[in-house]
């Protein structure tokens, strides 16, 4: 069951301050997305391709799905042909696949690079050396990577009661955002996607610079 007050509440206040809400609707039914989508939420988060891809078929067509999970190279097939928005870009194979499928398709994917920044090794993402050396080869080979356009960075704080601790991991990842932006990315407009902060930490997330959150336990209750 959704919570239309704090969806309300929530979308009022994020539309204050310039942040995209991106519903986490993973293992919920495509009725309690349906009344998040009368409420007039587009953009919805998955974590699972097949979950994703029946859900696709039996929803509007004009929902914003957005792959928020970790994505296996064999698999992005199956999501290229309408996927919104893929946030965890988290390594060159896998760029590189979604590139092959977008230009199967004729279309040019979105796509958000996913950084390491939390103190859990089980979280993926690149760290700060590995972005270094995407950009050279992306600066390099822009021409054959037509069919990606880079939106900007995704990152996960650890999960943690230190508030000190989990801004700091945000801040850090504002911060390589922007070296990013003023040196690979200088001169792409679309590289404007910050995506850091959740149900749990998102106010702290939105204070260092966050303009796009994944929500999920706020709207739709504790999953089971």
Sequence with gaps: MVNTQAYLSLTEQLK?????????????????????????QRDFGENYVQEL?????ALPKDIHWHFIGH??????????????????????KLLLEINKQGKKLGRVIDCLLQVHIATEDTKFGFD??????????????????????????????SF??????VRKEFNALKQTFEVHKGSTFLFEQSF????????????????????????????????S
């Excluded at 204050?16 to 007039?40: F, H, R």
């Design 16 to 40: 204050a301050q310039n942040t995209t809400l991106v519903a986490v609707s993973k293992l919920k039914s495509a009725a309690d997305i349906q009344e998040l989508y009368a409420l007039g």
């Design 53 to 57: 891809m029946e859900k696709e078929a």
């Design 71 to 92: 994505l296996q190279s064999n698999k992005v097939k199956y999501i290229a042909p309408f996927v919104h928005l893929i946030h965890g870009v988290d390594s060159l």
């Design 128 to 157: 700060n050396t590995e972005l270094f050396q995407f950009g050279a080869y992306y600066e390099a080979n822009k021409t054959e990577l037509a069919h990606v356009r880079i939106r900007g960075m995704m990152g996960m704080a």
């Design 160 to 165: 943690s009661e230190d508030e000190n601790q």
């Design 192 to 223: 404007d996607t910050l995506s850091m902060g959740m149900s749990g930490d998102y106010e702290l997330a939105i204070a260092e610079g966050s303009n796009m959150v994944r929500i999920g336990s706020l709207l739709f209750g504790r999953r």
